[in-house]
């Protein structure tokens, strides 16, 4: 599987940048208690410290806030998947558990203040492109709404898009079953490469210590 970034897109932004990592062999289940229950002493320790701060002057957050508007996407209207992460934090809405996978992701996402997205490969088809959806663009998402992603930052493969730093489909979710995984990490386009492939290799090596498996990466 290749994953490519689209010429409008590189042409728009030139710094735009993503990480990957593709896993084999890993195994999903239940979120072990160490995972849960730092999940949610993190995101205590988060309310505390952004509690009389804007979560849009956050500086990570605000560059994906620019990032959206500079591809036509209202940030008011729609938020990138990790301020609405800490919006949820600040008003003490606490992530429930889902899966190991998951409950990885959206702690990685708090973490490093980065969308992230995590994809079945077994429900993927071919290569993977990163684009500005078209409003041929829509899909059902995992909140079961179907959602247009036109002028939203997508990833599709031959059978269109599947994901979003904006919000995730129903048809490339995660589950006990999946054993090949692909991770997106969206980071911010200031970041430089070498900091985005030390901060990969942690990340990837985070989420194979719970999943085993082995995990290859590149920053794009």
Known sequence: ??????????????????????????????????????????????YFDYADQKVSDIPAINEWRKLFKTIGTDPNRYRPSNEALYRRVQKQQYLHTVNSAVDMNNF???????????YDVSNLDG???????TEQDSYIAINEREVSLTKKLVSADQHGAFGSP???????????????????????????????????????????????????????
């Open 1 to 46: 599987m290749e994953i490519l970034i689209s010429d409008e897109l590189k042409q728009l932004i030139p710094e735009f940048k993503i990480g990957v990592v593709q896993y084999q062999d890993i195994q999903v289940s239940d979120s072990p208690q160490m995972l849960m229950g730092r999940l949610r002493l993190f995101q205590e320790s988060l």
């Open 108 to 118: 990685l996402s708090l973490q490093y203040k980065i969308p992230l997205g995590i």
């Open 127 to 133: 290569d993977v492109v990163i684009k500005i959806g």
């Open 166 to 220: 904006y919000v995730d489909s129903k048809r490339s979710v995660v589950t006990s079953d999946t054993t090949q995984a692909l991770h997106l990490i969206y980071f911010q386009p200031s970041l430089q490469k070498d900091e985005a492939l030390t901060l990969l290799q942690a990340l990837s090596n985070m989420f194979t210590q719970i999943h085993g498996g082995t995990a290859e990466v590149n920053v794009i």
